[in-house]
């Protein structure tokens, strides 16, 4: 099909009609906003091959309109995402799982976004039974108020625990969603995770006809800002996803802010990587911190954050930022906190300030999108997947090909004795 960057084509219209999941349609029935499946844009990526998103942390405002200028500009599908922490019941962000889609479809009728986007409750974190109980009442309301895609992270707890918490929680996630799983946890060098790790949880997952999009893994880095240079390990990630190639599973790559560029380069052409979160990096860059070309706060000779003159926010509201984390003794990835306190006075801020605040997070997702993840001009493969389906639901990548007898909950108890599973308490789980 024909698609033109920055025109809407009766193609457009068709795929508008057909594309948008029922929620959406439901809360927006009037937009002219493409909200898409998860599954929408792991498909596009995979029809292009070699191809991995963003996924963007839209901690605040100006990160959602950046991410999505970028993504028009290049051509590109995308995903706007919020964590349990960032944007759950105890948010430390202003978006959050009940407002994220609301502000995405506001934004892209405002600024005549065409490109396919995803909304993506991402580290749906479950640590316990009583989580999972509470989930179940929870994980509803997230897709009434227009999630399209969600990550079940239970990876926290034991592997079987892991299994048994996304079996119980599967049925809450519609079927033409996008629909994430986890193992091991993000803590840098330690605790990595294994091919049998990974296995046990999709084969135990496809024998009970649950078929996800995408999973993640520890694969070597941290979330927030990076510590040290240690990174994504490609080659552990690649002979994992080599491991569940028969089940046509999708890599998530998690902690993407402080890798270099290189790296992440490798990790679109070696693995099976179509998502990649970014969060720290766009919020640091909204608010006019020096980063890296490849997202990393700098830091001067005290090591404090390096504040740019003429990018960001003023240099009087960032000394009020800064006299605010120190008063409460904010340091480091922790500014994270100081999203939702400082929300309302930076979208009071001059209009020029607040335009060069979304210009910066444009450019550097643009820059992403177009010369390391090799995601430019994806938008018609999206829509050409939703018009070949006829529908927003794209349906499951796999089909049940593991014996259900042999992955009762009897025999989960007993395969587990068999894994070398590490999942220590160190690391930041919550991003």
Known sequence: MSFTKGTVSEEFENVLKIGRPPNIVQLFPNSKALIVSGKVIDRAMLGKGKAMTIAANGRNHFVIRGALRAAQRANAAIILEIAKSEGGANAYCPVNYWNLARQADAVMNEMGITVPVAIHADHYGIKSQADVEAAKVEIPTLFESGMTSIAIDASHMPDEDNLFANLALSPYVPDWAGYETEIGEIKGKLGLSTAKEALFLIQGLNANDVFPDWIALNNGTTHGIEQSDEGIQVPLTAEIHEALAKYNI??????????????????????????????????????????????????????????????GVTDDMWREM??????????????????????????????????????????????????????QDTAPLALEAILAAGSYDLGAKSRCIEDPTEWTEEKIKQRVAGLD??????????D
């Open 322 to 375: 800064v006299s605010y984390a120190q008063e409460r003794d904010i340091k480091g990835g922790n500014y994270k906190k100081l999203n939702l306190p400082f929300e309302n006075k930076l979208l009071a801020l001059p209009r020029n300030i607040r335009e060069r605040m979304v210009q910066g997070v444009e450019d550097f997702v643009y820059s992403l999108l177009t010369k390391v993840f090799n995601a």
């Open 250 to 311: 999708s890599g998530a790559q998690h902690g993407t802010s402080g890798n270099n560029s290189e790296r992440l380069r490798n990790i679109v052409q070696r693995t099976n990587t179509t998502k990649a979160n970014v969060a720290t990096a766009l919020q640091m860059i909204s608010w006019g911190v020096k980063v890296n070309d490849f997202g990393n706060a700098m830091l001067d000779e005290n090591g404090d954050f390096i504040k740019m003159p003429d990018a």
């Open 421 to 430: 599973s590490d999942k220590r308490s160190t690391g930041d789980f919550d």
